[in-house]
């Protein structure tokens, strides 16, 4: 049972544009959220995170949304670059249950073109 | 700054041959550590986790273990590989329980 979904497996996004990544989770008691980013042959790398205690959390281009009522948060990046094409990861963690694990979305495939 | 490093970055084995993959982290102590697979067009799979050493988690049972003999090493085994053990290898660490952070990750390719 996926716990963290993000229901678009790939996403277009013209340069420039924004770029708007969706995440939806099924378990209350996630305290924690966070997205990655992963190219090809290479490991994730650690984007920005956001705790259930916010709504939202800002890093240069990268804003992250925090739904808690709809167990749902997105990703937004303004501009998009060519440069942000890859897969992205959400993940969250229980703080009820293991908290030394993640929970991990499939990923979603973003293409920025150029 | 910590730093995280695995070894090999390609391999192919045939099948039925062991297996080891390497994972050591710099410039941090105690760790948590773990080992995840991504199969092809798929999702990060999380095969193991360890909070010190000697301290394994299995998250899936299947052909592989995995080990802790040091601090800030991590191991990755497999007496015979099966064809369904190819993909992406991954070791990652953290501490409090929140972001990990990833090595450069391992193709294994069994044939």
């Known amino acids: 049972d996926q716990q963290v979904k993000q229901n678009s497996p790939s996403l277009s996004v013209q340069e420039g544009r924004i770029s708007i990544l969706n995440c939806d989770y099924t378990?209350?008691?996630?305290?924690?959220f966070l997205w990655y980013k992963k190219y090809p042959a290479e490991g994730p790398t650690f984007l920005i995170s956001?705790?259930?205690i916010k709504d939202k959390n800002e890093d240069g281009r990268f804003t992250v949304f925090l739904n808690k009522s709809a167990k749902h948060l997105s990703l937004h990046i303004v501009p998009s670059q060519p440069g942000d094409s890859a897969v992205y990861f959400c993940?969250?963690?229980?703080?009820?249950?293991?908290?030394?694990?993640?929970?991990w979305g499939l990923g979603t495939s973003l293409a920025v073109n150029p | 700054s910590q730093t995280i490093h695995q070894w090999p970055a390609t391999l192919v084995q045939p099948v039925g041959s062991p297996l080891s993959l390497e994972c050591t982290v710099e410039?941090?102590?105690?760790?948590?550590l773990y080992w995840y697979r991504q199969a092809a067009g798929r999702g990060l799979q999380l095969l193991f986790y360890?909070?010190?050493?000697?301290?394994i988690s299995s998250e899936v049972p299947q052909n592989l273990s995995a080990s802790r003999p040091q601090d800030r090493q991590f191991i990755l085994s497999s007496k015979k590989l099966l064809l369904s053990d190819s993909g992406f290898y991954l070791c990652?660490?953290?501490?409090?329980?929140?972001?990990?952070?990833f090595g450069p990750g391992t193709r294994l390719t069994v044939t």
């Open positions: 993940a969250a963690r229980d703080y009820a249950g293991n908290n030394r694990k993640l929970i």
């Open positions: 378990n209350s008691m996630f305290d924690y």
């Open positions: 956001i705790s259930s």
């Open positions: 410039g941090t102590s105690n760790p948590n």
């Open positions: 360890s909070v010190g050493i000697g301290q």
């Open positions: 990652a660490w953290s501490v409090v329980g929140y972001e990990q952070y």
